[in-house]
T-cell receptor, first 112, second 114 residues
Framework: QKEVEQNSGPLSVPEGAIASLNCTYS??????FFWYRQYSGKSPELIMF????GDKEDGRFTAQLNKASQYVSLLIRDSQPSDSATYLC????????????FGGGTRVLVKP | DGGITQSPKYLFRKEGQNVTLSCEQN?????MYWYRQDPGQGLRLIYY???????QKGDIAEGYSVSREKKESFPLTVTSAQKNPTAFYLC?????????????FGDGTRLSIL
């Protein structure tokens, strides 16, 4: 079983709709959770992070964390064509250092 | 502007040749990381360093080597022992402590075999 799992997609979403991305992780000691966006041919850029159970909102993005069920999700509201990218989930395990384990990414396509 | 600079952007390797990828950061971060990304895949950790003169192997260290002589610099050498080096290589840095400290990435280096 992979440590961090994501559906590879593509997730096809109409413009203006909500895109919902999920990420599950296997290590219950995981401390912090990060979502990165990666455009084709480019490097990942941080969207947001979360470390407490519940929801965290930043603009059109909402991260949701459920440690009991070991999943973290990302919602993109009012999806735009510019949101078409691969979204990477990353998990930090333990309290020392900032080593991350990445999922394989979910490709999102927003259709006008 | 603070950031992470990777060079070169594109690199070609001949059979039996070692090549070195450069990574420099001016963010004053203690920790630095090297990842490999194959097409359609996530990031796999090659090596990481949390402090100068110290580094640890990641999940796929075989065929690679690193050094950390300065806080700002973390070069990666792809040796001839790495038989399938074609990939997108990403360098990242972060603060060493604090659970909400993200990793920031450079623009990457694309390595191909000639």
């Amino acid at each position: 079983q992979k440590e961090v799992e994501q559906n590879s997609g593509p997730l096809s979403v109409p413009e203006g709709a909500i895109a919902s991305l999920n990420c599950t992780y296997s290590d219950r000691g995981s401390q912090s959770f990060f979502w990165y966006r990666q455009y084709s041919g480019k490097s990942p850029e941080l969207i947001m992070f979360i470390y407490s159970n519940g929801d965290k909102e930043d603009g059109r993005f909402t991260a949701q964390l459920n440690k009991a069920s070991q999943y973290v999700s990302l919602l993109i509201r009012d999806s735009q064509p510019s949101d078409s990218a691969t979204y990477l989930c990353a998990v930090r395990v333990g309290a020392a250092g900032n080593k991350l384990t990445f999922g394989g990414g979910t490709r999102v396509l927003v259709k006008p | 502007d603070g950031g992470i600079t990777q060079s070169p952007k594109y690199l070609f390797r001949k059979e039996g040749q070692n090549v070195t990828l450069s990574c420099e950061q001016n963010l004053n971060h203690d920790a630095m990381y090297w990842y490999r990304q194959d097409p359609g895949q996530g990031l796999r950790l090659i090596y990481y360093s949390q402090i100068v003169n110290d580094f640890q192997k990641g999940d796929i260290a075989e065929g690679y080597s690193v050094s950390r002589e300065k806080k700002e610099s973390f070069p990666l050498t792809v040796t001839s022992a790495q038989k399938n080096p074609t990939a997108f290589y990403l360098c990242a840095s972060s603060s060493r402590t604090g659970r909400d400290q993200p990793q920031h990435f450079g623009d990457g280096t694309r390595l191909s075999i000639l």
